[in-house]
């Protein structure tokens, strides 16, 4: 038995070729992270336009790909973007970490019973 076959027959799913390598894939597997990630970007950058100094989103997004003045750029750069960045990690943090700490069948343990 041939454990190769003919990726051009799987149902709903797109396919690519380029040389010798080939692979097939779910358009949304693809699309959803795309989308998650763009919108955080979106998000990340009006936080870093919050504060007390007005800057516009579109001149935070222009900053941060290497234009923008020298009080946007320290503003940005030294005072905000850690903070965001800060709070992106540790969210991801918090996402990766809760179903690890669920006792689940995954970890192969019992769910907790509450006894009151």
């Known amino acids: 038995m041939s454990a190769v076959r003919d990726i051009d027959a799987v149902p709903g799913r797109k396919h690519a070729r380029v040389g010798r390598f080939a692979a097939s ?6 699309l959803v992270p795309l989308i998650c990630l763009g919108l955080l970007v979106l998000v990340a950058a009006v936080n870093i336009a919050r504060g007390t100094s007005d ?17 946007e750029t320290g503003i940005i750069f030294d005072l905000r973007l850690p903070r965001t960045l800060a709070g992106i990690l540790v969210g991801a943090a918090f996402g990766l970490a809760a179903p690890c700490s669920r006792r689940s069948p995954a970890t192969r343990s019992p769910a907790p019973t509450s006894s009151a």
Do not use: C, Y
């Not at 579109?58 to 003045?69: E, K, Q, S």
């Open 25 to 30: 894939f779910r358009p949304r597997s693809v």
């Open 55 to 71: 800057i516009e989103v579109l001149d935070v997004l222009r900053t941060l790909v290497g234009g923008g003045d020298d009080r």
